[in-house]
T-cell receptor, first 113, second 113 residues
Framework: SQKIEQNSEALNIQEGKTATLTCNYT??????LQWYRQDPGRGPVFLLL?????KEKRKERLKVTFDTTLKQSLFHITASQPADSATYLC????????????FGAGTRLAVHP | EAGVAQSPRYKIIEKRQSVAFWCNPI?????LYWYQQILGQGPKLLIQ????????DSQLPKDRFSAERLKGVDSTLKIQPAKLEDSAVYLC???????????FGPGTRLLVL
């Protein structure tokens, strides 16, 4: 069956460290993979998109990698800050741009001062 | 630029009652989505509109859920009759065009008692 797995347990890290979140998937061949941030009581907010032919994408303190052989994406936040505390969702777009997104359950990140 | 607007923000009803949610997408966005997000899970697509036509409603429980997007702008999602398992946040999102980002509204939190 098709599955998207993100760490269900919260990730607790110290301010200034790098947070690394994992998204694994099975029985999908996504053309695109996206990462979203969701704060309590709010809708998801788009952060980064990476295509199947891209290995890595960066935006300010954020970095995403995409390994289609391992069927895994890693999301890194460097020099983390308490304001980065939120739930981070990965989403697959199987058709590349047609945006029928299939979301993982998300990983909650808590950055402690 | 104004974001996606949704109302009401919260709704409490008893099972077997009806409820309706409203969404106003970002101006000019042709594509509109309704998602259901159950606590602890990622958003699940219910229905996708392109202008006022349905593109995908494969995961919409059509025996009780209905949605419309008259004139290709605002949209309403209705549940009739509601069940306990419909308790969730209902998110609306819109997108300008193919390969563009989805923008989410704040959601409507529904509790069915």
């Amino acid at each position: 069956s098709q599955k998207i797995e993100q760490n269900s347990e919260a990730l607790n890290i110290q301010e200034g460290k790098t947070a690394t979140l994992t998204c694994n998937y099975t029985n999908y061949s996504p053309a695109y993979l996206q990462w979203y941030r969701q704060d309590p009581g709010r809708g998801p907010v788009f952060l980064l998109l990476i295509r199947e032919n891209e290995k890595e994408k960066r935006k300010e303190r954020l970095k995403v990698t995409f390994d289609t052989t391992l069927k895994q994406s890693l999301f890194h936040i460097t020099a983390s800050q308490p304001a980065d505390s939120a739930t981070y969702l990965c989403a697959l777009d199987p058709r590349g741009g047609y945006n029928k997104l299939i979301f993982g359950a998300g990983t909650r990140l808590a950055v402690h001062p | 630029e104004a974001g996606v607007a949704q109302s009401p923000r919260y709704k409490i009803i008893e099972k077997r009652q009806s409820v309706a949610f409203w969404c106003n997408p970002i101006s000019g966005h042709a594509t509109l989505y309704w998602y259901q997000q159950i606590l602890g899970q990622g958003p699940k697509l219910l229905i996708q509109f392109q202008n006022n036509g349905v593109v995908d409603d494969s995961q919409l429980p059509k025996d009780r859920f209905s949605a419309e997007r008259l004139k290709g702008v605002d949209s309403t999602l209705k549940i009739q009759p509601a069940k306990l398992e419909d308790s969730a946040v209902y998110l609306c999102a819109s997108r300008a065009g193919v390969q563009e980002t989805q923008y989410f509204g704040p959601g409507t939190r529904l509790l069915v008692l």
